[in-house]
Every structure is written in C-alpha cells, then in structure tokens.
C-alpha cells in the first residue's frame, strides 16, 4: 500500500513559478514510477508528466513540455513538480498517482493523492 499527500498549491498569476510536492509512505517507494495528472473544471483527469523508479527518464505532456520539471527525491520518498511560465490554462487540481508498471492513463494509476488547487491569474 502506498498513501501519497501532496502539498504546494495555490494562487499566482501567469508567468510565476510554483512547486508542488508528493510525499509518500512505504520503503518501497524507489520502485514505483511516479506520475503527476492534472484535472481542469469540467475535464477529464489528464497526465502532466511521469518519471521512473530511478528518476533518469521523465516523460511530460505536449502541454507543459519545456515549462515543468518533475523530479524525484527517493531518499525522502518525495517526488516534484517545478511549474513554470505558468498559464491560466494551467489551472487546475493536481494529482500525485504510482503504479507498480509504468502507466499513463489515469484509469489504469493504483494509488492517488488528493489533490492540491493551483490557481493561475490572468
């Protein structure tokens, strides 16, 4: 079992920077890869980016491409996500998830956190 909380939402307005974080429990944690989704008011939950056990392969969405950075800190069982040059369209709440394989789909993540609201400002 693996419980995952996440931590740094909030409010900015476009252009700022923000850094969300994922705590979670378990020894095992440096086996799973890791994923951030993201869901909009009225969307579909939707990947952002994922990395692996080892944090050397990162995976992101079209969308956030070269603006977000997720990073994994396997010593502190906490994995990242650096936004920047943040768009309105980039609200949304943010969802840390795992998975013992690698997955992209939402539908197929075993474990989720609940949550964090970021907000961008026009």
């Known amino acids: 079992q693996v419980q995952l909380v996440e931590s740094g939402g909030g409010l900015v307005q476009a252009g700022d920077s923000l850094r969300l974080s994922c705590a979670a429990s378990?020894?095992?944690?440096?086996?799973?890869?890791m994923a951030w989704f993201r869901q909009r008011v009225g969307k579909d939950r939707e990947f952002v980016a994922d990395?692996?056990?080892?944090?050397?392969?990162?995976f992101y969405a079209d969308s956030v491409k070269g603006r977000f950075t997720i990073s994994r800190d396997n010593a502190k069982n906490t994995v990242y996500l650096q936004m920047n040059s943040l768009k309105p369209e980039d609200t949304a709440v943010y969802y840390c998830?795992?998975?013992?394989?690698?997955?992209?789909?939402?539908?197929?993540?075993?474990?989720w956190g609940q949550g964090t609201q970021v907000t961008v400002s026009s």
């Open positions: 378990g020894s095992t944690f440096s086996t799973y890869p």
């Open positions: 998830a795992a998975s013992r394989v690698h997955k992209t789909a939402a539908s197929e993540m075993e474990y």
């Open positions: 990395i692996s056990g080892g944090g050397r392969v990162p």
